[in-house]
């Protein structure tokens, strides 16, 4: 039998989707299950009409870039919202998801033995994805500060990466923050990608600074994703922001690979943009008012988590089980019939959390998989 690529080989699956996976195949057996697993918010979204979208485009390839119709409608949504300015025909690219994205990023600017610097807890597919281009994740455990970073760069460092707003823990990076981690990167001469997929997710009363405000392409690449703010996770669509010269490496692997998004999906996105904004933006803020309100719950429970406001997952802490994550979620779903993320997959440092979500279920559901964590601490007290 013909060997496999060592590279894939030694590269795990995302935990978030294998056991997501778990929890559709239980589906399928009609049984029920209260799913904390799920990265994505079900909003109730009315068809719009298909009709109305261009004949022949839709049925054919587009720019490999994405429609410049879309890519002006992201243009100005930035410029108002973020105050971040970017030139649509030159600076970004709609892909197939953000993670293709990122994925496509790290191939464009990573050499074998490079290395990028995550932060504990990481989203599950950024080390893996290092890894598939042959360089090295180097991981900041989750209990030291931002302010350390220049304790863990060397002078293999290509790339240091932050999710802001932050899965799994809702963390939304300050000010001060963002500009610490500028200095560095330009001190040092490395790239920031800025992973903003969940941008429209945050409180009104908290503000997001999207790096992309800070108008330095040289160095930073935003990723976003229209199919997370938008709530259609399934259509794939998000896009990646940096300067001319990055955008046309990352475009040469968009069409060796992809070609382009879907053509439809894109048309429909755009001519119903500010609809669909409409429609979702009180659901965001339902979702919110739900995360805020299992803090709450999970305070009176006495159950710890790390702290954050925005998106809809919580991190929250097993520390009084013996068990741990793997082994406590799997107990989880098959005798509690709750899915969560074991916390392992986001680093080394977070094998005694889970991770939760709220943007699927009603409150009394939430409510009652809470109660069955609670339930698993107290039988498995160290």
């Not at 932060?119 to 209990?143: D, G, H, M, T």
């Amino acid at each position: 039998m013909k060997k496999f690529s060592k590279v894939i080989e030694k590269i795990v699956e995302a935990s978030s989707i294998r056991y997501n996976n778990s929890v559709y195949e239980l589906l399928k057996k009609k049984k029920d299950i209260i799913i904390l697993s799920l990265g994505e918010a079900f909003f109730k979204l009315p068809i719009l009409s298909f009709k109305k979208l261009p004949l022949p485009e839709i049925n054919h390839y587009s720019h490999s870039r994405g429609i410049i119709e879309l890519r002006k409608k992201l243009s100005n949504y930035f410029l108002k919202k973020y105050g971040a300015k970017f030139n649509p025909d030159k600076e970004i690219i709609i892909t197939a998801g953000s993670k293709a994205a990122i994925q496509m990023i790290f191939f464009s600017i990573l050499n074998p033995k490079d290395e990028v610097i995550i932060f504990e807890p990481y989203w599950v597919s950024y080390s893996e994805q290092i890894k598939l281009c042959n360089a090295k994740p180097v991981r900041i455990p989750y209990n030291k500060s931002i302010f350390d970073i220049e304790k863990y760069i060397t002078r293999k460092t290509k790339c240091i990466v932050i999710n802001n707003p932050h899965n799994p823990t809702g963390k939304i990076y300050s000010n001060r923050e963002i500009n610490f981690l500028l200095k560095c990167a330009s001190k040092k001469n490395i790239y920031i990608l800025s992973d903003e997929v969940y941008s429209d997710f945050v409180p009104n009363n908290k503000r997001f600074n999207s790096i992309g405000r800070f108008n330095k392409k040289k160095n930073t690449i935003v990723v976003n994703s229209i199919s997370k703010n938008y709530g259609i996770s399934g259509w794939r669509l998000g896009y990646c922001i940096t300067n001319e010269k990055l955008t046309n490496q990352i475009l040469k692997l968009n069409q060796h690979i992809i070609t382009c998004s879907p053509t439809i999906l894109q048309y429909y996105v755009e001519k119903y943009f500010n609809d669909i904004l409409r429609i979702t933006k009180p659901q965001i803020k339902k979702v919110l008012d739900v995360r805020k309100k299992t803090c709450l719950y999970l305070k009176h429970k006495q159950i710890n988590f790390l702290e954050g406001e925005a998106t809809w997952y919580i991190f929250l802490s097993i520390e009084k089980s013996y068990l741990k994550s793997e082994e406590f979620c799997n107990k989880l779903l098959k005798k509690y019939f709750v899915s969560c993320v074991p916390g392992l997959g986001y680093g080394k440092s977070c094998d005694k959390f889970i991770r939760i979500a709220v943007g699927t279920e009603p409150w009394k559901r939430i409510q009652a998989g809470i109660d069955r964590i609670e339930k698993l601490i107290n039988s498995t007290l160290k």
